[in-house]
């Protein structure tokens, strides 16, 4: 709203092809259009009461932009991890893949095992807190689905 971080955002982009992804009413379709006027992208008014914008983007759209292309998308309500498997899951955070040969149990979750690679290399600050909790509550999401299965 303020228009602060725009011009690292515009900075960003340039001959590549990129999305504007999120929850709904959170701005993607208003910070295109404050990076290209020209887009001339519909929006929707923040709501007075929960200070929070609405949906207004129906369908995904591609535009040329500096060199490149952006896709404006609805919004989402939230993101889920759509594999089967904590293997799998693990897999898909790279940050830690060096570490999990460290671990002392086969499987290991990383989340509560004792002598976990990933937890000690988080501990000493090499993995982000941030993306290990992401892991967690995805971890937690495959975990009651595949609970769910067996009940």
Do not use: W
């Not at 602060?4 to 379709?29: C, M, N, P, Q, T």
């Not at 595949?146 to 009940?151: A, F, G, L, Q």
């Amino acid at each position: 709203m303020t228009g602060d971080g725009v011009d690292k955002v515009e900075d960003l982009l340039g001959g590549g092809i990129y999305a504007f992804v999120g929850r709904s009413g959170v701005g993607k379709s208003s910070l295109l259009n404050r990076i290209e006027p020209d887009l001339n992208l519909k929006v929707g008014r923040v709501m007075e009461k929960t200070g929070r914008g609405r949906h207004t983007t129906t369908y995904s759209q591609l535009f040329p932009l500096r060199g490149g292309y952006v896709a404006d998308t609805p919004g989402m309500q939230t993101f889920g991890y759509p594999g089967t498997s904590t293997e799998e899951l693990a897999d898909c955070f790279p940050e830690l893949r060096d570490y999990r040969a460290a671990c002392r149990f086969r499987p290991c979750t990383h989340s509560h095992e004792p002598g976990c690679g990933v937890k000690e290399a988080l501990e000493k600050g090499v993995i982000a807190p941030s993306r290990y909790q992401s892991y967690l509550s995805m971890l937690a999401e495959v975990q009651a689905r595949e609970k769910s299965r067996y009940d």
